[in-house]
């Protein structure tokens, strides 16, 4: 998640528009969900691939690395739904465990692969999002879709305190490992314990001095920031529509 | 009278205790400063600083005493609250606890949004705040990949936008690299120039006595002297009580001139540059 958040602010499609990139990703991603279609999920992703790498100079090794982090759960996945266990073989495939037979049929097969390329497919136009916009442009589209500002704010509170929640727990850490904090298994455990409960003590005191700050800037209840706008290109929001046009007539045609 | 007699702030008998502590923090204090003034508050940790601050500002509201914010007095009632905290703005120590957003330009817009202005002037004074105080080559950092200096800057850049009358800065060199401590010194002595009045807490005595134009000692929520640097360095024996030692350049300046290396004046050198110019004059 942290190397996320700093490659995001690198892209080089951090200031296009975020609305675009949201209805993009968000539209791709439905299109290949709902279609099901091979075609269309390897155009997508091969897109996605493009844009992240070649337009937002995301690293391609970075890239790779963190389309490997859903595979796992993905071959697992699939190969559950390829691999059945029956008693009479199946088309594709079969072998003998006693009398039984780990088996798949072609259908199952294709089917399972149709399902990978979809899932990578998602997968890409997630990882397009979150590696090309942050965190608060994210949140800045949601409210301009009038999520409710309950819901934002805490997002937006939630986001920059979890980085000082972590940087505080790690540097308690820290400090008890140069004391030989965790030297064998009980040891850890207590350091554990005992960074959790001072982590909880300073996070009450944080929102209470926070609070405080906040009031001294006349704060009433009510989060009231200006967000940067980046202006939307005619010529972007043409393409995006052009993409999606040919991936909802690729899905249609296959 | 005319408005620019009325002082910044005046204090008479402020006592204030916080909740369950049975402890005053505060215990009788009288203070008066006079607008576009630069006074130094010195004095041990848990002295009342701090305290003090939240009470000039309407957070903490003070058990007696009253508090008068450019010649009227703080009412505890919405507006009233509002209208001191659009006068006094302070700029906590620890900058992680007053920058609640990610973005630098969404925390900066935060206090004069709260003011009411127009969104155009708003952004207007966002960027202008920004540029002045040298954030623009950092403002499109998340605020967890900021340095403390930085983080500095943006908290001060936080109240400046709101244009208070009078700025509290809460240790503002706390922790900070000797470049950032210098950029902020330099910030405040530009806040002076524009007639803000600055009020800020700090433990460096050789700053203090060569900034500021006034010195508030304090100790055990008491004030145990006020007045200039002078006055107030003169007397050892007080500095001692509130755990602070003279200022070096005075010590160095005095011990030199009872040997005779230079001659006493009559205003004693403020830093180590005037020192060292009236020794290359001998």
């Given at each position: 998640?942290?190397?996320?958040d700093k490659?995001?602010c690198?892209s080089?499609?951090?200031?296009?528009n975020?609305?675009e990139?949201?209805v993009?990703?968000v539209?791709?991603?439905c299109?290949c969900?709902a279609g099901?279609s091979?075609?269309?999920?390897?155009?997508a992703?091969?897109a996605?691939?493009?844009?992240?790498v070649?337009?937002?100079?995301?690293p391609l090794?970075r890239?790779?690395?963190?389309?490997?982090?859903?595979?796992?759960?993905?071959i697992v996945g699939t190969?559950?739904?390829?691999?059945n266990l029956?008693?009479?073989p199946?088309d594709?495939f079969?072998l003998?465990?006693g009398?039984?037979?780990?088996?798949?049929?072609?259908?199952?097969?294709?089917?399972?692969?149709n399902l990978?390329?979809?899932a990578?497919?998602s997968v890409?136009c997630?990882?397009f999002l979150s590696?090309?916009t942050?965190m608060?442009?994210?949140?800045g589209?949601?409210r301009?879709?009038?999520l409710?500002?309950?819901?934002?704010?805490?997002?937006m509170?939630i986001?920059?305190?979890?980085?000082?929640?972590?940087e505080?727990?790690?540097?308690i850490?820290?400090?008890?490992?140069?004391r030989?904090?965790?030297?064998n298994f009980a040891?850890?455990?207590?350091s554990f314990g005992?960074?959790?409960s001072?982590?909880?003590?300073?996070a009450m005191?944080?929102?209470?001095a926070?609070?405080?700050?906040?009031?001294?800037?006349?704060?009433?209840?009510?989060l009231?920031?200006?967000?940067e706008?980046?202006?939307?290109?005619?010529?972007?929001?043409a393409?995006i529509?052009?993409f999606?046009?040919?991936?909802?007539?690729?899905?249609l045609?296959t | 009278m005319?408005?620019?007699k009325?002082?910044?702030v005046e204090l008479?008998?402020?006592s204030y205790?916080?909740?369950?502590?049975?402890?005053k923090?505060?215990?009788g204090v009288?203070?008066?400063?006079?607008?576009?003034n630069?006074?130094a508050?010195?004095?041990d940790?848990?002295?009342?600083?701090?305290?003090?601050?939240l009470?000039?500002?309407?957070i903490?509201?003070p058990?007696s005493g009253?508090?008068?914010i450019?010649g009227e007095k703080?009412?505890?009632t919405r507006k009233?609250?509002?209208?001191v905290r659009?006068?006094?703005g302070?700029?906590?120590?620890?900058?992680?606890?007053q920058l609640?957003l990610?973005?630098?330009?969404?925390?900066?817009?935060?206090g004069?949004?709260?003011?009411?202005?127009?969104?155009?002037?708003?952004?207007?004074?966002?960027?202008?705040?920004?540029?002045?105080?040298?954030i623009?080559?950092?403002r499109?950092r998340p605020?967890?990949a900021?340095?403390?200096?930085?983080k500095?800057?943006v908290?001060?850049a936080?109240?400046l936008?709101m244009?208070?009358?009078?700025?509290?800065?809460d240790?503002?060199?706390?922790a900070?690299?000797?470049t950032?401590?210098?950029k902020?010194h330099?910030?405040?002595?530009?806040?002076?120039?524009?007639?803000?009045?600055?009020?800020?807490a700090?433990?460096d005595i050789?700053?203090?006595?060569r900034w500021?134009d006034?010195?508030?000692?304090?100790k055990?929520?008491r004030?145990?002297?006020?007045?200039?640097?002078e006055?107030?360095?003169?007397d050892?024996?007080l500095l001692k009580a509130a755990?602070?030692?003279?200022?070096?350049v005075l010590?160095?300046?005095e011990?030199m001139?009872?040997?005779?290396?230079i001659?006493l004046r009559?205003k004693?050198?403020?830093s180590?540059?005037?020192l060292?110019?009236?020794i290359a004059r001998?």
């Amino acid at each position: 998640m942290l190397s996320i958040d700093k490659l995001c602010c690198q892209s080089a499609l951090r200031y296009a528009n975020a609305a675009e990139k949201f209805v993009y990703a968000v539209l791709t991603l439905c299109i290949c969900v709902a279609g099901r279609s091979w075609t269309a999920a390897v155009f997508a992703f091969a897109a996605n691939g493009v844009l992240t790498v070649w337009k937002g100079k995301i690293p391609l090794l970075r890239y790779l690395r963190l389309l490997l982090v859903p595979a796992v759960f993905l071959i697992v996945g699939t190969a559950a739904v390829i691999v059945n266990l029956s008693r009479n073989p199946m088309d594709a495939f079969a072998l003998s465990v006693g009398e039984w037979y780990l088996t798949g049929s072609r259908a199952s097969i294709l089917w399972g692969l149709n399902l990978c390329a979809t899932a990578f497919a998602s997968v890409s136009c997630l990882y397009f999002l979150s590696l090309n916009t942050t965190m608060t442009d994210i949140l800045g589209v949601l409210r301009r879709m009038h999520l409710p500002s309950l819901l934002i704010e805490l997002m937006m509170l939630i986001y920059r305190f979890l980085f000082i929640l972590l940087e505080t727990a790690s540097a308690i850490m820290t400090a008890q490992e140069s004391r030989l904090g965790n030297r064998n298994f009980a040891v850890r455990v207590r350091s554990f314990g005992g960074m959790a409960s001072a982590l909880f003590i300073r996070a009450m005191k944080r929102a209470n001095a926070l609070y405080d700050a906040m009031e001294s800037r006349c704060y009433d209840g009510e989060l009231r920031v200006l967000a940067e706008e980046h202006p939307a290109r005619k010529r972007e929001i043409a393409g995006i529509a052009a993409f999606e046009t040919i991936l909802i007539a690729l899905t249609l045609l296959t | 009278m005319n408005q620019g007699k009325k002082p910044a702030v005046e204090l008479a008998g402020l006592s204030y205790t916080y909740e369950g502590s049975g402890i005053k923090a505060l215990d009788g204090v009288n203070l008066k400063i006079e607008k576009g003034n630069k006074v130094a508050f010195m004095g041990d940790n848990g002295s009342g600083k701090s305290t003090l601050f939240l009470c000039l500002n309407g957070i903490h509201r003070p058990d007696s005493g009253e508090i008068s914010i450019g010649g009227e007095k703080i009412t505890y009632t919405r507006k009233g609250l509002l209208d001191v905290r659009k006068k006094v703005g302070i700029v906590f120590q620890e900058p992680d606890s007053q920058l609640f957003l990610a973005s630098v330009y969404q925390e900066i817009s935060f206090g004069i949004m709260n003011l009411g202005v127009e969104e155009q002037t708003a952004r207007r004074e966002v960027e202008r705040v920004m540029e002045e105080l040298d954030i623009t080559p950092f403002r499109d950092r998340p605020a967890h990949a900021l340095s403390g200096g930085q983080k500095k800057q943006v908290a001060i850049a936080d109240i400046l936008v709101m244009h208070p009358e009078v700025m509290i800065l809460d240790e503002p060199a706390a922790a900070l690299d000797v470049t950032h401590t210098e950029k902020v010194h330099r910030i405040v002595e530009d806040l002076t120039k524009r007639r803000i009045t600055v009020l800020m807490a700090t433990h460096d005595i050789d700053y203090a006595y060569r900034w500021a134009d006034q010195i508030v000692l304090m100790k055990n929520g008491r004030i145990l002297k006020e007045g200039t640097p002078e006055e107030v360095c003169s007397d050892e024996a007080l500095l001692k009580a509130a755990g602070l030692v003279r200022p070096a350049v005075l010590r160095l300046y005095e011990k030199m001139a009872e040997k005779g290396f230079i001659e006493l004046r009559e205003k004693p050198p403020k830093s180590i540059e005037e020192l060292e110019a009236l020794i290359a004059r001998g």
